[in-house]
């Protein structure tokens, strides 16, 4: 059983996502238990995967018995492992989030949305556990495609933000398939542990050097780096609540991993460093990805559109911790990706329930939610403080390491940017905490008990199906703080290059 | 000068087929335009991968005949034949690109079902200001 | 040092309190005799742990507890040593009366969201018990913060304008100051590769002086804030829009004091007396802190709200704190860790007669507090004492500290600081004596009962237990806590060690 | 804003253009059967594959065989496409 792990964690929800619509045809209702059902296959072979990596090492697995340069290789190595983890509990969770969301804006297509909800999954399981170039972008074909579906239903500009989106989705795939091509052309080679062996001797060809730019620049579209990231707002507000609950943690962070694999395992780190300067001009985005999302994210009032903008200022942080090149600004980035999926899947899981419960999104609308919803409120506040970098919350703690990279690296500019960046959330997260809890600002202050009697606002709180995954995911926000160094000392230092 | 360009000519072709195709996905404000670019942007993909795996001297597609079954292996030349890699990559390739253009579609009908034009700036004039909106007449 | 032992006591000290906050929580405003017993019980209990402490820590051993590693070399733990026992004690001691008078407080004054409010209070005291037992400066940063986050909706607890704004404000400078910290602490452990407080200082041979300058810098700047040390004060007084509980939880035990204890820590426990010699800073961190010293007194005297005279009075006094610690010589630091305790129990007094001034006749500026002593008397002898305190008279205990901070300055031979010292003792009288003279002596208001008439028991019992101890501790400076050797034991260790 | 967006539009592409040709230059000579892409992995599909999967079309034994999981994931593609479609254009229910 644990020799076939790696299978099992891609066939088992391919196959459910075949059968979902036959399901469907002719019982709706069980779409959503039998989702539900298969996700926690991959969830667990994941979690038994990562043991096994932990306990033995990273190991691979040849698909159809071919050995590795000929064949398809998967292989699961501590990075692999962790983001396998993570995309199937955010996948299982999400997919117990979707019930109320789904029954309220996709009335009748339940079968259809768990089937691109199973492939969504697949996909983003497949980029990770594959060894193979080519395979890498079959399945971000996968993933985006049915991620253009889902998003394309969303509210009145979902379609035509979903047009640009394929337009700029496909042209940061394409050019990861050049990449590819270019690697190709080079070496005759699409196995990324035979690539890394032979490409050491080619890294002043040019072919290879144009097959990186490209690599680079296809992964920061798909990642929402900032010049490139002109898809990402528009997909992400106007999705469907359950979709962006699923999309968005999850696609920015499987590309920031692809990213992490060229550079760090495909490529070895010099080469970023000193044959082309990759990493400084990396480094140098992420500043100004930081600094334009955090400023445009105080320039807007609708939430959910807030929150991309800080997930764009997030992916900055990640490339700014790759981009220092050093042990802990790697370990910070990786411990980023996780981090700020949790945190991002958070905040627009609480999005979707605030917007299930029929309040709007602008923050004025988050008046007194705290008395209607409070245990989506509390939530909140977690995840916000976790955002702005407050322990013991896990952001906290990524975000140390992230500073200990640019300290090491003597990158001043970066520590200042993402201490400041930290303040900036805290003002973005703060009106709105202020909102939700206090009195309005001049509006009558009811300082005392006495005059509490003129307006009872009744309990509304979302439904549980809603309400357990955010309270899962605020806990798992706090636990992974203390618990950062655990998971560090046992899967993240194995799987930042020996050579740091 | 010349010479340069036609040794490898078909990587040229490519070069400006991509340009022209990124160049319609990015500039043309006219969303079918946009997705016709987005084909031309992919063929040219496909372009480059194929011409990879050609091999000069006489090669042929990569098909063996009259070797059934494992018999006169000797015979087989790899300079004989094709790489069959990059076609098999491509195969894949147009598969997607396909799918892509199909999904592109089908958000083309819904854009059109909702704003009756498929020129951006219209699209754009209507979502700021929803009463420019021309009805389908 | 001497022998260390290990125990989950400290972490239980820390637990204690956080566990009833979610108690209180959980209750709710249904129960609330239940809510407040939470409070209470929790008060009782943390006091009982942190008090066995006392014994083990004056025979010489540290008590330690790792809960778990965070970073390599470095671990969220515990560990209890003199100086943080010192902080320790003094508020799991005042959390008892604060408590009480809280109670009085918030139900004489039908408060609002009186659960979120003991929610708030007991995450403050889980953290500032987190801060004074912290083993190495990341937990320090991470109870700091969660204090931080904590006191903010006891800040804004009132929700007028100026509550939100002053919350604002609050957070806008301690935020600030943390992430300082955290690029500070980052700084520092990227240079030793260590957090854990050694008495005397780790920090020493690492770096250039210039660089550890800078540390030192941002070190006492991101701690100051919440010290309220000059140009970083400003938030202060305008948090004073808090209900008084939290200002005298504020000012007398929890943030500020966190801040101050932040600064000693970092001055003697990473720095070390030897190495600020030997870059020669302390002189102008002590001008710094004296500068605070004289402006903040000279400050105090033009207000008029009773507990705005009252903050610039703390940020006078923490400086005092801090200047006693940076003058580096063995009677300075005695005397100023040992204000540290003294100003905790004689500022409490303070807020809580304001509190009771305001909760029984809701008069906050001292120009209406003309004749209110015949009213309430007992509120105005706990007043007078701890003011007199404060001025440095004996038998109160400020009197003491002070003089080992006068002793201290004459040691070191900067007569400068001496005179600074006494200075501020000159205007503290100057800005305390009105008050005291406007409620003895002026003809009363017309609102003023003739007869005796106090705020309620819960109000005014704390408060003059408090005052009382003030005096106690002014005559046997050891008296049942044992202040006075927990704080020689405390500057032997960092200058012997 | 129309003028500024073709303006962006001609920068990316004549960079891109500008990278492609720069990569031009080191290009194995076009058709060279000993170039890498054709001597690394590939002339082992030539040789071995009619006898391991007997299959005379070599380019269907790796679509099918070896790299049978990228074909796979190309059909998975197809269905992708295909529920998104519906669930996209799909009148039953939904919005209106």
Known sequence: MIDQFPALIIVAPLLGAFLTPIIGWRYRQLCRPWALMILAIPLYAAGGALLQVIRSGPFGYNLGGWAPPWGIEYRIDHLSGLMLVLIAAIGLLAAINAKPGVSMDLKGKEPHFYTLLLLQITGLMGIVITGDLFNIFVFLEISSLSGYGLIAHGEDGAPMATFNYIIIGTIGASFYLLGVGYLYMATGSLNIADLAAILPNLYHSKMILVGFAFFTTGVAIKMGLFPLHVWMPDAY????????????????????????????????????????????????????????????ALAQTDIKRMVTYIMIAEVGYIVMGVSVMNRPGLTGAILHIVNDACMIFGLFLIIGAISYKGHGREIYHFQNLNKKMPFTMAAFVIVALSMCGIPPACGFFSKWYLIMGTIVAKQWVFSITLLCSSLVNAVLFFRIIEKAYLAPLGGGAHGHDDDHEEEVIVRDEAPASMLIPILITAAIIIILGPLSGKIIAAVIQHAVPAAF | MLEYILAKYNFWIYVVLMMIGLYAMMGKRNLVKKLIGMNIFQTSIILFFVSIGVKKGGATVPIIMGHGHGHGQHLIKVADYLNPLPHVLMLTAIVVSIATTGVALATLILIYKRYHTLEEDEILAIRKDPSSYKTLG | MGEVIYSAKPLWAVLVSMIAAFLILLTGEKHRNLREGWTILAALIKFGLVFSLIEPVLAGKTIEYTLITLLPGVALQFRVDAFGLLFGVVAATLWIPTSFYSIGYVRTLKEHGQSRYFFCFAMCLSSAIGVAFAGNLLTLLIFYEILTIATWPLVVHHEDESAIMGGRKYLVYTLTAGCTLLLAIGITYSLTGTLNFTSGGFIAGHGSPGLLILLLAMFIAGFGVKAGIMPFHEWLPSAMVAPTPVSALLHAVGVVKAGVFGCVRVILFVFGPELLHQLGVWTILAGV?????????????????????????????????????????????????????????????????????????????????????????????????????????????????????CLGAVETHQIIFLFVILTSAMLDVAFFFPIIYNGYFKKPLPDVAPKIDEAPMLMVIPLCMTA?????????????????????????????? | MKNWFKLISWVAVIMTGALLIYGIHDMPAWGDPDSPANAHVSPRYILEATEKTATPNIVSAVLADYRGYDTLGETTVIFTAAISCLFLLRRRGGKK
């Open chain 1, 237 to 296: 507000t106007t999705a469907p609540g359950p979709v962006s609950t699923l999309i968005a943690p999850l696609m920015t962070k499987v590309a920031a991993y692809i990213m992490i694999r060229i550079m760090f395992t495909l490529f070895q780190p010099d080469f970023s460093i000193s044959v082309v300067p990759v990493a400084t001009i990396l480094g140098w985005m992420a500043v100004v990805a930081i600094i334009v999302g955090g400023i445009k």
């Open chain 3, 468 to 497: 009382i101890f003030c005096i106690i501790l002014g005559i046997m400076p050891n008296a049942f806590l044992n202040f006075f050797n927990i704080v020689r034991l405390a500057v032997a260790n960092v200058l012997g060690g």
């Open chain 3, 289 to 405: 802190v004296a500068f605070t010293v004289v402006v903040a007194g000279l400050l105090a005297l033009g207000q008029d709200h009773l507990k705005r005279r009252l903050a610039f009075s703390t940020i006078n006094n923490l400086a005092l704190i801090i200047l006693g610690v940076s003058l580096l010589s063995k009677n300075s630091m005695t005397g100023g860790i040992l204000h540290l305790a003294n100003h905790a129990f004689m500022k409490i007094t303070l807020f809580f007669c304001a509190g009771a001034i305001y909760a029984k006749t809701h008069k906050d500026h001292v120009s209406q507090l003309d004749g209110l002593g015949r009213q309430m008397p007992f509120t105005f002898a706990a007043f007078t004492i701890a003011a007199m305190g404060l001025c440095g008279l004996p038998p109160v205990n400020g009197f003491i500290s002070k003089w080992f901070l």
